[in-house]
C-alpha cells in the first residue's frame, strides 16, 4: 500500500481551532501511515508541501512527530523514510544518534562501547558523532536523519545544542547531568546516594576525619555527591563537615587530573604537606589519580597513613592504579542498558512513567582503603 493518491478531497488542511498546521498534518498522515504495511516508502518532502499546501517547516515538524511515535523510521544508510506498519513496530530498527564530546575521555569511551553493544542487543543503529566546529549547523539536519538521541554532556558545547535539540522534538536521553530541555529525559548515578554511602564506608572502617577533594567544579552531579557526604558526615557524628573540604577543581577534559593534581601539589605545600584527616572521599576518579601522585610525592602512604575512597566513574582505570583504588560506581551495561529503552519505548509510543532513571551505586573495595583504630584518629 502506498499513499492515496492526490485529489481535491484531499488537498490542503482542515481548520482546526487553535492546533498548530504541523499537528493537524501529522494527525492526517498518521491516519494513512497506520494503515501501511512495513517499508512502504514515504512521499518526499516536496510532494507533502504541495499536496497538503504548507510550507517545508510544517511537514519535516509533522514527519518528526510521527518518527516519535514510532510510526515511520529511516533505515540505515537510506535517505527516505518508510513506514513501520503498527503490527510491526516492535520489530523496527531505529536510528540513534549518539552525540559526545570531540576529546579522549575514558569515561565517554567505555559508555560508547557500552552502547554499541546494547544497541546490537536490542537491534538498534547507533551512529555516534562528537561535538566540534560546525556541528551546530547541521546538527538539525541530523537529529531529522534520527528517531532518537542520546547525549553526553560537554560544558563547552553543550548549551549552544539544546535549543536546536528541544525544537526538534526527538525523543532523547541526556546521560550523568541535568538537561535545561524539559521533555530531555535523564539516566545518571544516584549522586545524593554516592556520597552518602561515602561517608558512611569509611566511618565504618573507624575514619572520623574525612576529607572531600574536589577536582571538578561544584554544579549539579558534583553538588548532589557533596551534599550527600555532608549528610552521610553529620550522621557520622562530625557537625562541620564542610571544614573538610579540599577545593582543587578545573574544568573538565583532557588535563583535568594534571591540573587538579598540580592545584592539590600547591595546596598540600601552603600546609606543611598534611592532611587534617585519614580518609579522603574523592568526588571524581580523575580527582583520586591525582591526589595519589600528590601524596606519594610528600610521602604520605596510601593506605596505610590516610585511605582513599572515589567514584569510579564508567571506566576500570581505578583497578590499575597502584596501590588499587577502592570505589563507588555503578554499572555501565546498566546505563547503556536503560538509555536505550527510555528512547527506543518513546519511539514506539510507549514513553517511561518516570522520565528520570537512577541508578543504585555499589562499593568494590580494594587496596587503597583500610580499618583503623581510634588510637589513629587525627587529634
Not at 560508547?112 to 566546529?133: C, D, I, K, N, S
Not at 554544579?219 to 562530625?238: K, T
Amino acid at each position: 500500500m502506498t499513499f492515496m493518491d492526490d485529489d481535491p478531497g484531499t488537498n490542503g488542511l482542515p481548520a482546526h481551532g487553535g492546533k498548530p498546521k504541523h499537528v493537524l498534518l501529522a494527525e492526517a498522515l498518521e491516519v494513512e501511515v497506520s494503515r501501511f504495511e512495513p517499508g512502504a516508502p514515504i512521499p518526499a518532502v516536496t510532494a507533502l508541501m504541495e499536496r497538503f499546501r504548507v510550507s517545508q517547516g510544517t511537514v519535516v515538524h509533522a514527519l518528526s512527530h510521527l518518527r516519535a511515535r514510532g510510526l515511520v523510521t529511516r533505515p540505515p544508510g537510506k535517505k527516505r523514510l518508510v513506514a513501520v506498519g503498527r503490527r510491526h513496530r516492535s520489530e523496527a530498527v531505529l536510528n540513534v544518534l549518539l552525540l559526545r564530546s570531540q576529546w579522549s575521555s575514558p569515561d565517554y569511551d567505555a559508555m560508547g562501547f557500552a552502547l554499541l553493544e546494547e544497541a546490537a542487543r536490542q537491534r538498534l543503529h547507533l551512529e555516534t558523532v562528537h561535538f566540534g566546529p560546525g556541528l551546530r549547523e547541521s546538527l538539525a539536519g541530523l537529529l531529522r536523519a534520527h528517531d532518537a538521541l542520546v547525549m553526553m554532556p560537554s560544558s563547552a558545547d553543550s548549551p549552544q545544542m539544546f535549543p536546536i535539540i528541544e525544537e526538534s522534538r526527538l525523543p532523547s536521553v541526556m546521560l550523568w547531568e541535568d538537561s535545561p530541555v524539559p521533555a530531555m529525559m535523564r539516566v545518571a548515578d544516584d549522586d545524593l546516594a554516592v556520597g552518602r554511602m561515602a561517608a558512611a564506608h569509611l566511618a565504618g572502617l573507624g575514619h572520623r576525619k574525612v576529607v572531600a577533594f574536589l577536582s571538578e567544579p561544584v554544579r549539579n552531579v558534583m553538588r548532589r555527591r557533596l551534599e550527600g557526604w555532608e549528610e552521610g558526615m553529620r550522621s557520622a557524628g562530625e557537625r562541620h563537615p564542610e571544614r573538610f573540604v579540599i577545593d582543587c577543581s578545573v574544568e573538565p577534559g583532557k588535563d583535568s587530573i594534571v591540573g587538579s593534581y598540580e592545584k592539590l601539589r600547591r595546596w598540600l605545600f601552603q600546609n606543611d604537606n598534611k592532611l587534617p584527616a585519614t580518609a579522603v572521599f574523592c568526588l571524581c576518579w580523575t580527582g583520586a589519580l591525582g591526589m595519589l601522585r600528590a601524596l606519594r610525592e610528600v610521602g604520605i602512604e596510601v593506605p596505610r597513613d590516610v585511605s582513599i575512597l572515589a567514584h569510579g566513574g564508567e571506566n576500570r582505570l581505578c583497578e590499575f592504579t597502584n596501590p588499587a583504588l577502592s570505589v563507588i560506581q555503578s554499572r555501565v551495561s546498566d546505563f547503556a542498558r536503560e538509555a536505550l529503552d527510555l528512547v527506543k519505548g518513546a519511539c514506539l509510543g510507549n514513553p517511561p512513567g518516570d522520565p528520570v532513571i537512577l541508578l543504585k551505586p555499589e562499593i568494590v573495595e580494594r587496596e587503597s582503603t583500610r580499618r583503623i583504630a581510634a588510637k589513629n584518629q587525627p587529634q
